[in-house]
């Protein structure tokens, strides 16, 4: 039987548990609405949340409070900006322009997540953000270069970065991969 966690009841939050199968053949149970994901622990890049997010106090707090918080801010941001300058996010700077095109592009292709009910929910916000760093490009010379310089600085980090067969997962079910 599955419930919501709006139909749990105390005592289904008392048994509930996960099994997780381990590679080293042992076998691993926690109660996800009481402990922490036993895969998470620790400081590693996660495939699965801390806590969780459906039936965790804390992964509920990251989800509906901290993820939402970010947003709004996001969205706060990027609407005070045009109050600014209503043409803040057009750019006649050459450079501004070919990174935004490829920042956009990028952006849909690789975060539009086609499991999602709307695929389009990632892209939105992160498109928010490009918006705002080339903003501050275009409006603060003190920034424009420096953006520059960081992007370069990780471009040559993250040429010799391939991913885990998780993460490789992942991107081809929710985005169908990457193409070059």
């Known amino acids: 039987m599955t419930w919501t966690p709006e139909q749990m009841t105390k005592y289904q939050e008392d048994v509930c548990f996960i099994k997780k199968d381990n590679p080293d ?14 895969d998470a622990i620790g400081n590693q890049s996660r495939n699965g949340f801390l806590y969780n ?3 965790h106090p804390l992964g509920k707090f990251l989800q509906g409070k ?20 209503t043409d803040a996010y057009q ?8 990174l935004y095109q490829v920042g956009r592009d ?28 080339l903003f501050l490009m275009k409006e603060d010379i003190f920034y424009r270069w420096r953006f520059v310089e960081l992007m ?5 980090t993250a040429e010799h970065l391939e991913p885990t067969g998780a993460e490789l997962a992942n991107l081809m079910r929710s985005n169908h991969g990457i193409s070059d």
Not at 25 to 35: A, M
Not at 66 to 85: E, Q
Not at 120 to 130: G, T, Y
């Open 91 to 98: 750019f006649d700077d050459t450079r501004l322009l070919e």
């Open 53 to 55: 997010p459906y039936f």
């Open 152 to 156: 370069r600085r990780f471009g040559r």
């Open 106 to 133: 990028s952006i849909t292709e690789l975060f539009t997540d086609d499991a999602e009910q709307d695929p389009f929910r990632k892209p939105a916000f992160l498109l928010k953000l490009l918006d705002i760093v």
């Open 25 to 38: 053949g042992t076998v691993t149970v926690y109660n996800p609405v009481k402990e922490k994901n036993p």
């Open 66 to 85: 901290v993820k939402m918080s970010m947003l709004k801010t996001i969205d706060f941001v990027h609407t005070a900006i045009r109050r600014y300058d």
